[in-house]
């Protein structure tokens, strides 16, 4: 079971219901059957408050995850808590539009971003970053794609 909720603390309106497909694509390919967590849709004052407190950076960034497990070993009832991923939606309005494509891949990417942060994924170091990047885009290309042959 995949429990996850979504918090919209600025109004930003539109079907998200694509991202459910996402985050179980993510969840079972790490093998993670039974797990909880929360997006939260922000805006630039509430991201760049959290970047300022958590982060210790004055600036508004685009995603930004609080993992609340280290080990995969937070169960409660078999569940596994993963964490929040805060999405600044403004920003992603706004490179959705730099990078030329569609606000619902933009949200997918950044949400798939953050839920692999949750699962202990980093680009700090370069192959790392190419392992997290690499899965990434794949993700995301087999959901947009299984979603494609639904419709």
Request: hydrophobic residues 35%; aromatic residues 10%; negative net charge.
């Amino acid at each position: 079971m995949v429990d996850y909720k979504i918090t919209n603390e600025i109004g930003y309106h539109s079907d998200y219901s694509y991202l459910d497909s996402l985050i179980k694509r993510v969840l079972k390919h790490e093998h993670i059957k039974n797990a909880s967590l929360s997006i939260v849709f922000v805006d630039n004052d509430r991201i760049k408050e959290i970047n300022r407190v958590y982060r210790h950076k004055d600036a508004v960034t685009d995603v930004i995850s609080f993992a609340f497990e280290e080990t995969g070993e937070l169960l409660y009832n078999k569940m596994r808590f993963l964490g929040e991923i805060y999405v600044c939606i403004p920003r992603m309005i706004e490179q959705a539009n730099n990078y030329g494509h569609s606000e619902t891949r933009e949200l997918a990417f950044l949400v798939c971003h953050g839920l692999l942060h949750l699962l202990g994924y980093d680009h700090m170091e370069k192959n790392d970053e190419e392992v997290m990047f690499a899965l990434q885009e794949k993700m995301l290309d087999e959901d947009e794609r299984t979603r494609k042959e639904r419709s």
